[in-house]
């Protein structure tokens, strides 16, 4: 991913190829429905308060076709995850991701996944 839109929360960024091509506003994460996309992965640096969740999701409720997308979080101060690794790899297809709620500070954002929370 080579840019970064520019959201609001300022601690939440989400890199996507999608979005960079057919977007040159400011996201409104609050309108991101995340519901039927798959987590590839998660990663985060303790050091550097981030965190950084990979994904793929469908940008419209009218799209045949996940977009890959990175959800980067900074100034991190907790990273809690609960994941059934089994669960999650047996609905990576169909999507495994439920739900995305995204926290305004000082309320943290969620993941809602089948099988899991991050």
């Not at 309320?107 to 996944?113: K, N, T, W």
């Amino acid at each position: 991913m080579a840019a970064y839109d520019s959201l609001d929360p300022p601690n939440l960024l989400l890199a996507s190829t999608y979005h960079q091509a057919h977007q040159a506003h400011p996201m409104d994460l609050s309108q991101l429905d995340l519901h039927d996309a798959t987590l590839l992965g998660v990663s985060f640096d303790p050091v550097e308060r981030t965190a950084e969740i990979r994904l793929v999701y469908y940008p419209s409720s009218q799209s045949r076709e996940r977009v890959p997308a990175v959800l980067n979080f900074r100034e991190v101060t907790r990273f809690n995850q609960i994941t059934d690794m089994d669960v999650l790899r047996a609905h990576a297809g169909p999507g495994n991701i439920t739900h995305f709620i995204c926290g305004e500070s000082p309320v943290a954002s969620h993941l809602y996944l089948v099988g899991g929370l991050i």
